[in-house]
């Protein structure tokens, strides 16, 4: 069964989606780009409130493939007490160094999640690299927002593709990008682990907007619906 992940830049907006009964929560900042990080300040206070009472998962910024600079940023972002850190996976640069470069810190328990993008027509073959370097999942999202929906720019094909050879490999599979309630049912046949969203949790379905407690709970019932007696499922990835 697929879970839901929700993008949320704030504590208001984290209690929000908590509420709704989200599987992650992943801190990141809309306004800064496809993968736009928070400042480190406020992933802490985020960490402090809610560490232990959902997963959390944060991005580390719109990077160039640059080993050392992403390296950092991976460092200073697991400091926070994060359960997964996501790494976008940008065109050009050094692919190869970088994730040689986070092995060791795969190695220690740090749990990495590389971001592709399929509007960019990756080769999918790297996901063997990416298990082979210790990362803990793959998902497939987009980076240029106004070209719509990964389900536009993706054949389904290609995602289903996508989703058993991430699942073969052992690693957590993940498909967001500007997904609607209209995409939902026909991802959920893939069967990847999760969905992810912000766009469609927010004030007419902008991403920069803030979120909306309707909309969260509208697409969490589309995923799968919460008991009554559960307001959030805790761990599940």
Known sequence: MSGMLASVENLAEAFVVLDAGVDIVDLKAPAAGS????????????????????????????????????????????????DYVKIGFFPGGDWTGTMRALTPLAEQGTRLVAVLFGDQQPDLRVVATIAGAGFAGAMLDTMEKRRGALTQVCSLRALHDFVTDVKARGLLCGLAGSLREEDIPRLLELNPDYLGFRGALCRQHERTAMVDAGAVHIIRALISPVPAAQTNPGQKA
Do not use: F, H
């Open 35 to 82: 993968l736009g990080a928070l400042p480190l300040k406020r992933v802490q206070e985020i960490v402090a409130q809610l560490g232990g009472r959902c997963s959390l998962s944060a991005t580390v910024g719109d990077l160039p493939m640059n080993p050392k600079q992403v390296l950092e940023a991976v460092k200073n972002m697991a400091a926070t007490g994060v």
